[in-house]
Each structure stands twice: as structure tokens, then as C-alpha cells.
């Protein structure tokens, strides 16, 4: 890959768990263990390298200046969030075979997912002033200038999905119901969210249950023995994919029936849906609008050992798609040798599916946001810039702030979309 006159960041959770070691402090810790590949989040990443290629070749659009990329992983935790962001600053390599072309300085950041880990990277980044768009952080506590002055997205915040959910249960008259959310602000100001706007209904909530971060079967068990002896069956859940997954796994193991789920955006399109049926059968939710990205299946064709011989990531991918190890892996694994005659079809839908896309097409958008800014920097004409004295930024030394994020990204009405 080669290197471009700007750089900009992407943090995608392509794993969705992180083993921390203990912290006894007698000897030197451990590094954080990411676990459980996630197909989605590598297609998302994925999804950025194909927008910024595309956008490289375009002759409209950043003519003679091309972008550059750093991916990193979060592992779907705000520790590794923090770390990924601070490799990404000091300019490291926090994975091996990292994802990434170029080395100029960094001007923004596309990321995260989960809105705790977009909370911590966003403070992170907010004394350098580096903007960050996010494509699918919703957390309304995410919508605050003061705290967040360099924070964007192209989701819209959960004030508008818990109006839909509380106008969703009046109109089905379910007077009561129970939640299930994360422990951190996504799930706490959903809960907020919806707690104000049942306020002076007829509409109840009978519990509310936290699932704890780290999973501990007993916490888990006594959530689940309150939806068991609750009367209330329909229950919202706001939670991400690998926050619930262990959590659902628990709930199929004790056959537990007749839940009513309304899913918060974060899950309502995973692929668990399919793979705990007839659990989840009858799942409601509102999910992120799709799109459509030209050319995403044949790119993502194109990703194979062959292709990317040292790159973990696509290890991880075959071996997550095929059970065996492609024999071109410098890697330690335990699973048989790949045969060399696998090739990405459409039935591997987590990572194949390109029909509908949803949080990939709001990276899709976030990169051109970027490349539509850092295009209105290459065009500017002094005497008539948007800096002082009427300036324009000087494109040898582009600085972060220099890097006016689109004002109708600020006023965009999603809900009128």
C-alpha cells in the first residue's frame, strides 16, 4: 500500500471481547487478550480501506493529493479503545501487520462503535483538537458540544430510537415491560431516555437490569430468574452484539420462552438473531438506514491469504470462516492447514453481505465526509479562507483543527430521515 498526503484513523472493534489480566502488581502485567473475531466489524474496516482507494482514484474529488490510513482495533472495550487511540497518536503500531498505509500526521479519526469507547477516544482526542466521526456510537451523552467539541457521527443519537420505542409500545398497549442494558452510558442514558419519555403514560417499567461487563454466570443467572418471575414479557434490550450474545447464550441454555424483545439498534441486524431461533423469534426494533456502496462484494472477494500474507486479520478471518489455518500464516494455531481452495462466497453472510448495508455504509459516508473537508482545504483562496486574516491552511502542514468537518453534518435532521 502506498503512502498519501493525509492520514486519517479508523477504530473498528474487530474483536468483541477483551480478557484483562489480573493486576496483582508483583510482577509485569500482561497484555490485554482480544477475543472472538468479528466478521461484521472486519467488513466495516474493510469498507473504509475500499472508500479511501475509491476516492484516491477519483480525479474530482482531491485532485493530485491522496488519503492514507491507520486501522486499529478496539477489541469492543474502552481499555483497548484507549490504546488503539494512543498508538494511533504516538504514531505506533499497536497491532502487528496492522491494517495501514502511510505515515503523515494524523488529521482525523473515523470510530468507534460502541458509545463507551467513542466516549474515551473522543476525550482522548479533544485536547489535539482531531475530529472524529463516528458511524455507529448512538449515546445521547455523545450529543454534548461542551464535552465533545470534535465529536461527529452519521447515526442519529438514541433520543430519537427511545421516542420510537416508547410510541412503539403504546401503540401495541404494552403497559409494562422490563429493560436490559450495558453497564456504561449507552445503556444508562437509554434507560434515562426512555424513563422520561413514558413519563405521564400509562406505559410502567417493571425492572431494569444491568449485564454486567465482564461475564459472571451468577449476576447473569439472577437477571434472568427476575425476567422468569416477572409478568411483564415484553422486555427492550440496549445492549451491543458482544455484550448480549453471552448473555442470550445463557438465556437459550435455561429454555426460557415467551419474551417479547425490542432491540436497540445495536443488535436488532446481527447475526445471532438467525443463530438463536426460535429465541428470538418476533424481534422488533428500529435499525440504522441502509445504503448502498458500489463494488463492496468484489472487494471484499479480493481478501484472501494470498492476498495479504501477513495480515492476522485475515488469518483470523479463514480460520473464523473455514476452521483451519491458511497455511501462508507465520501464526501459531492449533487448526488444521487451510487446503488453499477456499474462496469467500455469498452464504458467509456476516461477512459476505453486501446487500443491505447499514453501519458499513456509515463508514462509507464518514471517510467522504473527510475527503470532502480536506477537498474544500485544497480549494480554498487566500483572502478568503475561513481562517485568520481570511487565510487558507497550509497544505505541506495541514493541523488537525484546520480540518472543518462539514457544517451540514452538525445540522442534519435524522429525524425527518
Known amino acids: ?21 489480573p493486576t496483582d502488581y508483583i510482577k509485569r502485567p500482561l497484555a490485554a487478550q482480544c477475543q472472538g473475531f468479528d466478521l461484521r466489524a472486519f467488513r466495516w474496516a474493510l469498507t473504509m480501506t475500499l472508500a479511501v482507494e475509491e476516492i484516491n482514484n477519483r480525479k474530482d474529488l482531491l485532485p493530485n493529493h491522496t488519503l492514507a490510513y491507520s486501522i486499529f482495533d478496539s477489541c469492543g472495550a474502552p481499555v483497548t479503545a484507549q490504546k488503539a487511540v494512543l498508538s494511533v497518536l504516538n504514531g505506533q503500531d499497536v497491532v502487528q501487520s496492522v491494517i495501514c498505509s502511510g505515515a503523515s500526521t494524523l488529521l482525523g479519526l473515523i470510530g468507534e462503535s460502541g458509545s463507551s469507547q467513542t466516549v474515551v477516544v473522543s476525550r482522548t482526542l479533544e485536547p489535539f483538537r482531531i475530529p472524529m466521526i463516528s458511524y455507529f456510537s448512538t449515546c445521547s451523552c455523545l450529543s454534548d458540544r461542551k464535552q465533545f467539541p470534535t465529536f461527529f457521527r452519521v447515526v ?20 409494562w415491560f422490563g429493560m436490559v442494558t450495558e453497564d456504561d452510558d449507552y445503556g444508562r442514558f437509554a434507560l434515562q431516555g426512555l424513563k422520561r419519555e413514558i413519563e405521564n403514560t400509562n406505559i410502567c417499567l417493571a425492572y431494569h437490569e444491568m449485564i454486567p461487563k465482564d461475564y459472571i454466570q451468577e449476576q447473569v443467572l439472577k437477571i434472568l430468574k427476575v425476567m422468569k418471575e416477572s409478568t411483564a414479557k415484553v422486555v427492550v434490550v440496549f445492549s451491543g452484539e458482544g455484550e448480549f450474545y453471552p448473555f442470550l447464550r445463557e438465556f437459550v441454555t435455561q429454555n426460557i420462552t415467551g419474551i417479547q424483545w425490542i432491540a436497540s439498534e445495536a443488535w436488532v441486524t446481527a447475526s445471532m438473531l438467525a443463530e438463536s431461533y426460535p429465541f428470538l423469534d418476533g424481534t422488533i426494533g428500529f435499525a440504522v438506514r441502509q445504503g448502498h456502496i458500489p463494488g463492496l462484494q468484489d472487494y471484499l472477494k479480493t481478501v484472501t491469504p494470498e492476498s495479504y500474507p501477513s495480515n492476522p486479520q485475515v488469518q483470523e478471518l479463514w480460520e473464523a ?8 500464516s507465520s501464526l501459531k494455531s492449533h487448526l488444521p492447514s487451510c487446503t488453499g481452495k477456499e474462496t469467500l462466497r455469498q452464504e458467509h453472510s456476516a461477512f459476505m453481505n453486501t446487500s443491505s448495508p447499514r453501519v458499513a455504509y456509515n463508514v462509507y459516508k464518514a471517510v467522504y465526509a473527510f475527503a470532502h473537508s480536506l477537498h474544500n482545504l485544497i480549494h480554498c483562496k487566500q483572502g478568503n479562507g475561513p481562517f485568520e486574516n481570511s487565510s487558507c491552511a497550509n497544505l505541506n502542514n495541514v493541523f488537525p483543527w484546520q480540518v472543518n468537518i462539514p457544517k451540514g453534518l452538525r445540522r442534519t435532521d435524522f429525524h425527518k430521515e
Open 1 to 21: 500500500m502506498t503512502s498519501g498526503d493525509f492520514t486519517i484513523g479508523g477504530i473498528f472493534p474487530l474483536h468483541y471481547r477483551v480478557e484483562l489480566p
Open 156 to 175: 442519529p443519537s438514541d433520543d430519537y430510537q427511545v421516542k420510537a420505542i416508547a410510541q412503539l409500545l403504546k401503540w401495541f398497549d404494552w403497559t
Open 321 to 328: 470462516l473455514y476452521g483451519c489455518s491458511p497455511s501462508t
